[in-house]
T-cell receptor, first 114, second 111 residues
Framework: GAGVSQSPSNKVTEKGKDVELRCDPISGHTALYWYRQSLGQGLEFLIYFQGNSAPDKSGLPSDRFSAERTGGSVSTLTIQRTQQEDSAVYLC????????????FGSGTRLTVV | SQQGEEDPQALSIQEGENATMNCSYKTSINNLQWYRQNSGRGLVHLILIRSNEREKHSGRLRVTLDTSKKSSSLLITASRAADTASYFCATLNNAGNMLTFGGGTRLMVKP
């Protein structure tokens, strides 16, 4: 597509439920990144996929968080047993040359855990 | 932890004035980038400066980089109300595979 697409744009879930967030990167972009942004804060790195290499999961805050990228394209970030502190905007970005030409971000998913 | 730290955290100016935002970082970098964010949603890439460059211009944007001081500045000239947004610096590591973002500067331009 023309840009990075994320869905849903907003998600309200009850504490303890699982959620899945989807990211559809720009076609041909080999690198895909997930970041989390709490209200009024900077971006916190979560996970990074590059081509067929094993993902860099070093930013995932707990084992409740996981992500996969199927066929080198669409990615899904899953949060199990959600907690209130998981409330944030989850941003996905893709790039064709790592960070050498900048990232293209999606509009994010605003997750609210009640 | 954040690699880049922006200063000031918030800035309020009148339309037509210049806005200057600063960014400091800790480790060696491949390049430094500035992004803009409206309303807490997606970020838009503004400008990139490589570690061997000292200054770069794009329209009303001017970016400087001082690798000896590990700092960068973003200057927006002749600001407009539409420039109101949060601005983030981000540094690319030497491996070229990870951008680390600072906490951002919230800019308000009053008409």
């Amino acid at each position: 597509g023309a840009g990075v697409s994320q869905s849903p744009s907003n998600k309200v879930t009850e504490k303890g439920k699982d959620v899945e967030l989807r990211c559809d990167p720009i076609s041909g972009h080999t690198a895909l990144y997930w970041y989390r942004q709490s209200l009024g804060q900077g971006l916190e790195f979560l996970i990074y996929f590059q081509g067929n290499s094993a993902p860099d999961k070093s930013g995932l805050p707990s084992d409740r968080f996981s992500a996969e990228r199927t066929g080198g394209s669409v990615s899904t970030l899953t949060i199990q047993r959600t907690q209130q502190e998981d409330s944030a905007v989850y941003l996905c970005a893709s790039s064709s040359l790592g960070g050498h030409q900048g990232y293209t971000f999606g509009s994010g998913t605003r997750l609210t855990v009640v | 932890s954040q690699q880049g730290e922006e200063d000031p955290q918030a800035l309020s100016i009148q339309e037509g004035e210049n806005a200057t935002m600063n960014c400091s970082y800790k480790t060696s970098i491949n390049n430094l980038q500035w992004y803009r964010q409206n309303s807490g949603r997606g970020l838009v890439h503004l400008i990139l400066i490589r570690s061997n460059e000292r200054e770069k211009h794009s329209g009303r944007l001017r970016v400087t980089l001082d690798t000896s001081k590990k700092s960068s500045s973003l200057l927006i000239t002749a600001s407009r109300a539409a420039d109101t947004a949060s601005y983030f610096c981000a540094t690319l590591n030497n491996a070229g595979n990870m951008l680390t973002f600072g906490g951002g500067t919230r800019l308000m331009v009053k008409p």
